[in-house]
């Protein structure tokens, strides 16, 4: 990893000081053929897998003829190849449980750093940073939006949007279609479709259970496609937690929205080079999103925003979720397995990938508890409580050619994906 490391360190440099094409042709030349791929990976990380072996493991030992964060992938993505381990890019989902499993410390998650740093300082096209619901108190707690917009812009964005407004969006949403089906179905099932690890083992492992996910693309996909709905020619970059959302970024279905994914280390590591202080920035003040949208950063804030919100939408009908929420792989898996095997008595499925939520996301920056306490806090101070009751939800719809609220249930448009 230290070597990975290194040569991320001098790549930055070389992006700053213009001259990445001296350091690539450099290193292509005098180097060894790892190193050209490590450097391959930093410029270039979509052609590569979202976990990267940056060192030999070749002497690891292993059980059965299995390392250790072999055993750890639920996904059947990491194989020994003479002694190595190598990546399957298409059964990787980017949780992270392979790094910290690793004894050796030979996997490193995928930067988008470089690439990002290089795109901005083009400056040929506008770029959006979609910042994820769980970012508050990421960045110190005196670094709230508003000052996080001012900051971003000086990284070189051309602006930033909250994901929350989206969640908020994808909450109508399945409250409408939870309202819509629950009435003509007593057996109706609904699970979130917001943590790409949920989604991932569903489609993986229990795919009879698909039906059961709403045709729903996540937060960060319909904040994608609508700025590039609007904005034709603008590309989009996600900033959360989540190395996982790096391989939902890439799926065939959706690969249209998002075009790298920072996590929070990065972009506080890229605000610490460029000598950018988010806790000094002025407030760029515009506050968009409900507290239902920016609760989804913790576990249970998805049913109680779609059960918030289909008290407002249809009080005389006093529809009532029946949630139960699975927090990390573990008790994801065993919720399905109970719900395959009909043990179950719930009608809504919220299940985070995390511990906690996105907020325990592998790359967080503070502490999970001490996160959800501050996404709780900016929920509280959302004067707008419901997607129902938020103006800038009607009027984003309206640019977007939905000419009513009802219209999100279509099968085919900006907020559904084909499974």
């Known amino acids: 990893m230290h070597r990975y490391n290194s040569l991320e360190k001098d790549l930055k440099e070389a992006v700053i000081s213009g001259t990445v094409k001296e350091f690539y042709d450099m290193t292509k030349a005098n180097k060894g053929d790892e190193e050209i791929r490590l450097v391959d990976a930093l410029m270039y990380p979509d052609k590569h897998p979202i976990i990267i072996t940056s060192d030999d493991c070749s002497s690891c030992e292993t059980v059965d003829g299995k390392s250790a964060c072999e055993v750890s992938c639920l996904f059947g993505a990491i194989k020994r190849d003479e002694g190595n381990n190598v990546i399957i890019s298409g059964n990787c989902t980017g949780c992270g449980d392979c790094i910290d499993a690793c004894p050796e410390e030979a996997l490193t998650g995928s930067k988008d750093s470089i690439a990002v740093m290089r795109m901005l300082k083009d400056r040929s ?70 943590c790409p690890l949920w989604v991932a083992v569903i489609r993986k492992q229990y795919e009879n259970m698909v039906p059961h996910v709403p045709p729903s693309v996540s937060p960060m996909v319909a904040c994608g496609r609508s700025i ?149 806090q900016y929920g509280d101070k959302a004067e707008i409580k419901t997607p129902a009751d938020n103006p800038f939800v009607l009027q984003l719809l309206n640019t977007l050619g939905y000419e009513t609220v009802e219209s999100l249930l279509e099968r085919d448009n900006n907020f559904t994906r084909s499974w």
């Open 125 to 194: 096209v506008p770029v959006y940073a979609m910042i994820a619901p769980a970012f508050t108190g990421q960045f110190t707690e005196e670094v709230n939006a508003a000052k996080l917009r001012c900051a971003f812009k000086r990284m070189g964005f051309y602006g930033m949007v909250e994901v929350a407004l989206f969640a908020d969006i994808l909450t109508l949403k399945e409250a409408l279609e939870f309202d819509r089906e629950v009435v003509n179905d007593d057996d109706f099932l609904l699970t979130s479709c917001c």
């Open 228 to 376: 590039k709905k609007i904005h034709p020619d603008a590309k989009t970059v996600f900033i959360g937690p989540c190395m996982a959302k790096k391989a939902e970024a890439r799926e065939k279905d959706i690969i249209d929205a998002v075009d790298y994914v920072l996590t929070f280390e990065e972009a506080d590591e890229i605000f610490k080079l460029l000598k950018i202080n988010p806790k000094e920035c002025e407030e760029d003040d515009r506050d968009h999103s409900s507290k239902a949208g920016r609760i989804y950063a913790r576990a249970t804030g998805v049913s109680e925003a779609v059960q918030t919100t289909l008290d407002r939408l249809r009080p005389d009908k006093k529809i009532r979720l029946k949630s139960r929420t699975a927090e990390g792989m573990v008790e994801c898996k065993q919720l399905l397995k109970d719900i395959s095997e009909g043990n179950i008595d719930a009608n809504f499925m919220e299940g985070m990938g995390c511990r906690g939520g996105c907020v325990g996301g592998p790359k967080s920056m503070i502490d999970k508890e001490i996160a959800r306490e501050a996404v709780n």
